[in-house]
């Protein structure tokens, strides 16, 4: 596609309950990057993907957190169980390849996640 | 590891005015880049500028130029002829070997008429 593209827009959800929030990269793009952004807050990472592996995920914060991706395109996040610390702004990020001289990270939108 | 620091929370100017955002940061990578992205109230992150840490030349892109010390540590972004619509949020950012971005808190510019 285009852009990075994100799904759904904005979740809204009660507590103890499981989400997915889905990342479609720029067609072509073999990293992939997750990132979650509280109120007010810079940009945390989350994990990373090269291809279909994640040779980073340090940045998981509980085992509730888990991503997978496809086909070396589609990304989800899976939120288990989730709390109200969980309710942030989840972004997706491709790049051409991993490496500091390739590395222009396109995001998408985001995801809203908000957990009542 | 890499660390970026931000302190200025909030900046205003005025159209047509320059304004400098600050950043400095630490990184254990002999080979990196920084950038600088803004954040619209539309949540998008968008590219400002990038610079790579072995040239010297302060990179620029139109009104936005940044100024960078290795040495110091840091790498500032100045805008020129402010406008409305560079109302935003701006992170700065280091790169690690990965391409792992490592994002400053930001600093929240609003643009006045």
């Known amino acids: 596609g285009a852009g990075v593209s994100q799904s759904p827009s904005n979740k809204v959800t009660e507590k103890g309950k499981d989400v997915e929030l889905r990342c479609d990269p720029i067609?072509?793009?073999?990293?992939l990057y997750w990132y979650r952004q509280s109120l007010g807050q810079g940009l945390e990472f989350l994990i990373y993907?090269?291809?279909?592996?994640?040779?980073?995920k340090s940045g998981l914060p509980s085992d509730r957190f888990s991503a997978e991706r496809t086909g070396g395109s589609v990304s989800t996040l899976t939120i288990q169980r989730t709390q109200q610390e969980d309710s942030a702004v989840y972004l997706c990020?491709?790049?051409?390849?991993?490496?500091?001289?390739?590395?222009?990270?396109?995001f998408g939108a985001g995801s809203r996640l908000t957990v009542l | 590891a890499q660390t970026v620091t931000q302190s200025q929370p909030e900046m205003s100017v005025q159209e047509a005015e320059t304004v400098t955002l600050s950043c400095t940061y630490d990184?254990?990578?002999?080979?990196?880049?920084l950038f600088w992205y803004k954040q619209p109230p539309s949540r998008q992150m968008i590219l400002v500028i990038r610079?790579?840490?072995?040239?010297?030349q302060n990179a620029t892109e139109n009104r936005f130029s940044v100024n960078f010390q290795k040495a110091a540590k840091s790498f500032s972004l100045k805008i020129s002829d402010s406008q409305l619509g560079d109302t935003a949020m701006y992170f700065c950012?280091?790169?690690?070997?990965?391409?792992?971005?490592?994002f400053g808190a930001g600093t929240q510019v609003v643009v006045t008429p």
């Open positions: 610079q790579e840490a072995y040239k010297q």
């Open positions: 950012a280091s790169s690690d070997s990965w391409g792992k971005l490592q």
């Open positions: 993907f090269q291809g279909n592996s994640a040779p980073d």
């Open positions: 067609s072509g793009h073999t990293a």
């Open positions: 990020a491709s790049s051409l390849a991993s490496g500091v001289g390739a590395n222009v990270l396109t």
């Open positions: 990184t254990s990578e002999n080979n990196y880049y």
